[in-house]
């Protein structure tokens, strides 16, 4: 009975090339995806949808919800990052790339001459951490590090200006420390040197889907089109005035 529940969940996710609709299951996490949907991500996709002609929507639910729906299969497409999944989910999956994520460690500068030194010197560290991350836990335990998991991102930055945590896993891409916290803490914090790791903001499509292959090419072409276009043009303006990252921009050329 479970089994045919989820079966229905799954063709209820499913896309239709045909009709030209598609969910996308995905989380909140601003300022990418926000509540009231206005994040950056949010505001690409609505933008995407109506510049290709699809009806494309974001569908979400808890973090950890939304990350092992589309690994178990119940989910057949996702919007996220990549440093989400393991190698063997991501062999099995048809990636359209939106941009790049570089992911880095946060830390408060009271603390800067016991925490700006090599990773491998600490000890008895406390580290903050999406819940759901793979590869941020890979990285938490290589280095030996106390995994604290939050379940947003305010919430971690309470948790570091408290002295819960020692550094909390972040990326700087939008200088989005400034959307969450007021001017006095920002004032606090700084990245440490070291680059946690590589990711990749995309839309998934596990290829086991109902026609996976011919979705993705269909997808991908439309997504090359719209980040080359006028009307996203408009959207990193708006976002980032005459600053657009390189994170972004190479995949507009």
């Given at each position: 009975m479970i089994k045919k529940l989820f079966s229905i969940f799954a063709i209820?996710?499913?896309?239709?090339?045909?009709?030209?609709?598609?969910?996308?299951?995905s989380f909140n996490y601003p300022p990418f995806l926000q509540p009231d949907n206005q994040g950056f991500v949010d505001k690409l996709i609505k933008?995407?949808?109506?510049?290709?002609?699809?009806?494309?929507?974001v569908v979400k639910f808890p973090a950890k919800r939304s990350i092992n729906s589309y690994k178990n299969?119940?989910?057949?497409?996702?919007?996220?990052?990549?440093d989400n999944f393991?190698?063997?989910?991501?062999?099995?999956?048809?990636?359209?790339?939106?941009?790049?994520?570089?992911?880095?460690?946060?830390?408060?500068?009271?603390?800067?001459?016991h925490l700006h030194k090599d990773l491998e010197k600490l000890q008895n560290i406390k580290i903050g951490i999406l819940r759901g991350s793979l590869?941020?836990?890979e990285f938490a335990k290589k280095h030996g590090f106390e995994i604290t998991s939050y379940i947003d991102s305010e919430n971690a930055f309470n948790l570091l200006l408290r002295g819960r945590i020692d550094f909390i896993i972040f990326s700087p891409l939008f200088n989005s420390v400034k959307d969450i916290v007021d001017k006095k803490n920002f004032d606090k914090l700084a990245y440490h040197?070291?680059?946690?790791?590589?990711?990749?903001?995309?839309?998934?499509?596990n290829k086991t889907s109902p026609n996976a292959k011919e979705v993705y090419k269909t997808?991908?072409?439309?997504?090359?089109?719209?980040?080359?276009?006028?009307?996203?043009?408009?959207?990193?303006?708006?976002?980032?005035?005459s600053d657009t990252p390189e994170e972004i921009t190479k995949y507009t050329l």
């Open positions: 209820l996710l499913s896309f239709s090339i045909s009709a030209n609709q598609i969910d996308l299951s933008g995407f949808s109506k510049h290709s002609s699809l009806d494309i929507k299969g119940t989910s057949f497409y996702h919007l996220g990052a990549d393991s190698k063997e989910t991501l062999n099995n999956t048809y990636k359209i790339t939106l941009f790049d994520l570089n992911v880095r460690l946060l830390f408060l500068k009271k603390n800067e001459n590869k941020e836990e040197r070291k680059l946690v790791h590589h990711a990749e903001a995309a839309i998934f499509i997808l991908n072409k439309k997504m090359t089109q719209f980040l080359k276009s006028k009307d996203y043009q408009k959207l990193l303006h708006e976002t980032f005035q």
